[in-house]
């Protein structure tokens, strides 16, 4: 027998862990793997380069978090209820809500719930939500899921997505522009690598701007009894943030003392040094004194002979 459509009776069934998706786990490995090869190829490099979290962070779940804790319903149909942290962790791709009773074992269960909606292009989220309800899923992770789909009246759904896809986009484009950025810093070309240093900079603030937007938005209330939970930005957010402005910060510097102390940068990088070897290796094949002292005058022999025919 079913209910709704085809849905299945909230009926107790095995759980799973959230299992990250396998395409990810290979853009993840292929870009450190590319990032690695850089730092130990490159000439002079390891141990002057920015870290990298614009990688990392395309795949983290809080750039927006909430936590809140309620007594509310467990199951749908159910007057039972249960005292659980909702946790709420919203990332690039997709929204991950946790579930976890104050204590984990109540009314004979274990309450201990990570669910992950993704949004990422040619993924359905409401295909996932579907799912979600046939396996019988607790009401207060549904509850907060529904929040996000296609059919909400609260609308984000279409905000977090679009604006989630570009911050993504702008970040790869910000994680190139630190390679590169690498490899201008390990040649006699600085002021190019605190450019692109730069550039790295503005494309993770650009990112921060694009995930921004969703906050145009109004979010609607998500309530349980007297108690709301409400977003704030993450860790994620802040790091990004953090590491646009460090950035920044660098670029500026290096500029700065491209044109005003060209030598104390050059030295801070070890390439005065050498220059010194290599104008040291220049003298030795141009400037032998011996053949100096042993040069004498085309002119001194110089004797004009006239034959006669």
């Known amino acids: 027998m079913t209910l709704f459509d085809g849905v299945y009776p909230f009926y107790p069934q095995p759980r799973k862990a959230y299992a990250f998706d396998v ?29 990298a979290p614009a990688a990392t962070v395309q795949f983290t779940g ?17 007057r039972t209820m249960v005292n659980v942290d909702i946790g709420l962790h919203i990332g690039l791709g997709g929204v991950n809500v946790t579930l976890i009773g104050n ?31 046939a396996k019988g899923l607790p009401s207060p992770i549904l509850y907060v899921a529904e929040k996000f789909s296609q059919q909400s009246p609260c609308g984000v759904y279409s905000q977090y997505r679009i604006s989630g896809h570009y911050a993504s986009a702008t970040l790869w484009v910000a994680f190139c ?49 007297p108690a709301s939970l409400q977003i704030v930005y993450g860790a994620s957010f802040w790091l990004t943030l953090a590491t646009g402005l460090l950035c920044f910060l660098i670029g500026v510097v290096v500029v700065a003392l491209h044109y005003l102390r060209p030598k104390a940068l050059k030295a801070f990088f070890d390439l005065s040094e050498d220059k010194e070897e290599g104008d040291a290796m220049l003298g030795e094949a141009y400037g032998n004194p011996h053949f100096q002292a042993n040069k004498k005058n085309p002119y001194d022999n110089f004797a004009m002979t006239i034959e006669a025919v």
Request: aromatic share 16%; glycine share 8%.
């Open 23 to 51: 395409s990810s786990i290979i853009v993840i490995a292929l870009f450190l793997s590319l990032g690695l090869s850089f730092l130990l190829i490159l000439p002079g490099i390891r141990g002057r380069a920015v870290s």
């Open 177 to 225: 522009a630190w390679l590169i950025s690498n490899m201008l810093f390990s040649m006699p070309v600085l002021v190019y690598g605190g450019y692109m240093i730069l550039v790295t900079g503005a494309f993770m603030i650009f990112s921060l701007l694009s995930f921004s937007t969703v906050r145009n938005s109004p979010m609607c209330a998500i309530q349980f009894g």
């Open 62 to 78: 809080d750039w927006e978090t909430g936590q809140v804790t309620a007594n509310t319903s467990y199951k749908s149909f159910s």
């Open 103 to 133: 204590p984990v074992n109540q009314i004979n269960e274990t309450i201990n719930y990570n669910e992950h909606f993704a949004w990422r292009f040619g993924v359905n989220y409401d295909q996932i939500y579907k799912e979600g309800l």
